[in-house]
């Protein structure tokens, strides 16, 4: 390859994707709960269809065939070690040879997704692979079954094994990249991120989230990191109904400056597409054009510290309808490629009330910029 041959290149987008992502089987639901003596069976909000739209509208779009696909790979036993306990392994590895089952708090597995759940991991192992070896510039890893709920000794919240974890660990140990900071802008509590670094002075750890949505009990702001790790974990718990306003100042002025401050050397995105204004399992009003701003700041703060390297992890995100298009505006950000595939939704809910910030928003902004300012600086 010759040099500007490799320099095309290493500006492309690297996607993730596979079929058998689809293929884990997380049996019936409905919001949190599976069915009961009173609750009809109906089909589980995390279902194949959200992702599997999403990859074929950055298909019909034309934007997949601008794209670097990477093949994803199995993450062996050992790199799920990395992060979780041979206890756990086993048992995901047991229930699901033996047809699948519940497995933790809003978890059931089906048959197979032991393996699938490898591939999940490895996919993001492969998508940082390729951004650390300069193959792509930044990557999008549109995996399943999701991971940044996955404690170490199990799963919830649909999250089998902690892919974004287990990546970072990845990079760290085999890359040698030290310093790594995590965005996760899923309209969940990343607490099993947060457990896994919360000790780790080179991890900085950043959630915005639904102010106690899900887990109820964890993503408060004043959990902020133990020991030499102390203020590298920064929760932002945003009210209910926050949107376009609320979302894009918390980034600018709290995201962004720890980002700046931290320095990391890569930063991952744990993706969450369920803090739009269409999702069944959070209360918050984002847009496709809110998503494409984030993406946006996120790559920006990247280019000044992270040499642009970003991964995205695929996590939440429940709406069929609406997925799709906050993904390709996510895709079209990374690219720097804007195709004709325009949002149809875009103009019904910029019209709603709730997309201005808010003065009890503004607060809670105003809370996580003060605790922004106290992550240790480095690089
Ligand atoms: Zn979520």
């Known amino acids: 390859m010759t040099h500007q041959a490799y320099s095309e290149h290493r500006q492309r987008t690297g996607l993730v994707a596979h079929e058998r992502y689809f293929w884990h089987d997380p049996g019936n639901g409905i919001g949190f709960s599976g069915p009961t003596t009173f609750v009809q069976p109906d089909r589980h909000p995390e279902s194949p269809d ?6 074929a509208l950055l298909d019909v779009s034309g934007l997949t065939s601008q794209l670097e696909r990477i093949e994803p790979r199995a993450a062996t036993r050992a790199e799920l070690q990395y992060f ?3 206890r756990y392994i086993d048992e995901v590895a047991r229930i699901s040879a033996a047809g699948g089952g519940e497995i933790g708090d809003s978890l059931t597995i089906g048959a197979g997704s032991y393996e699938i759940a490898q591939l999940s991991a490895g996919g993001c192992i492969a998508a940082i692979d390729a951004v650390v070896a300069g193959r792509v510039r930044n990557a999008y890893a549109l995996v399943r079954p999701p991971g940044h709920h996955a404690d170490a000794d199990g799963g919830r919240g649909f999250c089998v094994f902690g892919n974004a974890v287990i990546a970072i660990r990845h990079a760290q140990r085999v890359h040698g990249i030290g310093r790594v900071a995590v965005v ?5 509590h990343g607490n099993g991120t947060e457990t896994a670094f919360i000790d780790d002075p080179s991890v900085l750890t950043i959630s915005v989230h639904q102010d106690r949505c899900y887990p109820v009990d964890s993503g408060q702001l004043d959990v902020v990191g133990t020991g030499d790790a102390r203020n590298t974990n920064l ?3 945003l009210p209910p109904g926050s949107g376009h306003g609320a979302y894009v100042t918390a980034f600018e002025r709290a995201v962004v400056p720890a980002l700046l401050r931290f320095r990391p050397e890569l930063i991952v995105i744990a993706s969450g597409l369920d ?3 269409l999702d069944p399992l959070g209360r918050m009003m984002c847009t496709s054009r809110t998503y494409r701003e984030l993406a946006r700041q996120v790559l ?16 939440g995100g429940y709406s069929n309808g609406y997925v799709p298009f906050c993904g390709l505006a996510v895709v079209e950000t990374f690219a720097d490629i804007r195709t004709e595939a325009n949002d ?29 300012a106290r992550v240790p600086t480095g690089g």
Do not use: M
């Open 300 to 315: 920006a703060a990247a280019d000044s510290t992270a040499g642009g390297r970003v991964v995205a992890t695929h996590e």
């Open 275 to 277: 803090a739009s204004a």
């Open 235 to 237: 929760n932002i718990p």
């Open 84 to 86: 979780h306990t041979t």
């Open 344 to 372: 149809p939704y875009l103009g019904e809910l910029e019209c709603q009330a709730g997309h201005a910030l808010e003065p009890h928003q503004s607060a809670a902004v105003d809370a996580a910029a003060a605790q922004a």
């Open 50 to 55: 959200t992702k599997r739209r999403f990859l």
């Open 184 to 188: 996760d802008w899923d309209v969940h």
